[in-house]
């Protein structure tokens, strides 16, 4: 895709949806860390499901820490992996109270110190919590960076490194956001949804 045509691209999303966020329900970085991790390989609606009485017992990382393994399992059954989560969650809670007071780190090296937070949890921290213009590749966004020509790359770190060059800089801080939302309701894998899409005509799969 042309630097033209990736221009318009980011555009006709921006002004479909000038203000996209996560689908996850947060009140503070915190509560955004803990949905990230709870979310990996499970749907945001589980996880915003479980996250209302997990919060109201445990607010703070101090409280999620001493809530302990048992407590957040109990709480997070209905989550896949749920053993494994419980385990992160009162791990990182441990360390965010021991190496950063209690608050949520603003660099990636301290994040992805983190048990349960990797490059993506990272890169949806860092964006949606403070700002910075990273791009978290998931399966939607890698599909269509690909689909469309956007950042072709065969793996997740070629496609985020493809968009950081590619993409606009007054479009890079919510690039993330509108891909999965695009990507989750509109370029769906199976059966995208061509005909309601506001890009169509700019994407290689359509003669273009």
């Not at 895709?1 to 996850?24: N, Q, V």
């Not at 499901?49 to 393994?69: D, I, K, S």
Request: aromatic share 6%; proline share 6%; glycine share 8%.
């Amino acid at each position: 895709m042309s630097p033209e045509a990736i221009r318009s691209f980011f555009g006709r999303l921006a002004a479909a949806d000038p203000a996209p966020s996560t689908e996850l329900d947060y009140a503070n970085p915190f509560e955004l860390l803990m949905a990230v991790i709870l979310s990996a390989q499970a749907t945001d609606r589980s996880v915003n499901a479980a996250t209302p009485g997990l919060f109201a017992a445990a607010p703070t990382p101090r409280a999620m820490a001493a809530l302990g393994e048992e407590g957040v399992r109990e709480r997070i059954r209905t989550i896949g992996l749920f053993n494994s989560k419980a385990r992160n969650l009162v791990r990182a809670c441990e360390m965010l109270v021991e190496r950063h007071g209690g608050e949520v780190p603003r660099t990636r090296e301290a994040l992805e110190a983190l048990p349960g937070v990797g490059r993506k949890t990272a890169n949806v921290v860092l964006n949606t919590a403070f700002g910075d213009e990273t791009i978290a590749v998931d399966t939607h966004l890698f599909r269509v960076s690909n689909r469309t020509g956007l950042a072709p790359g065969r793996n997740v770190r070629e496609v985020e490194d493809g968009l950081l060059a590619n993409v606009p800089g007054e479009y890079r801080r919510h690039a993330h956001h509108w891909l999965i939302l695009h990507g989750r309701y509109t370029c769906t894998a199976r059966r995208p949804r061509c005909e309601a899409c506001a890009v169509a005509d700019l994407c290689p799969r359509n003669g273009v």
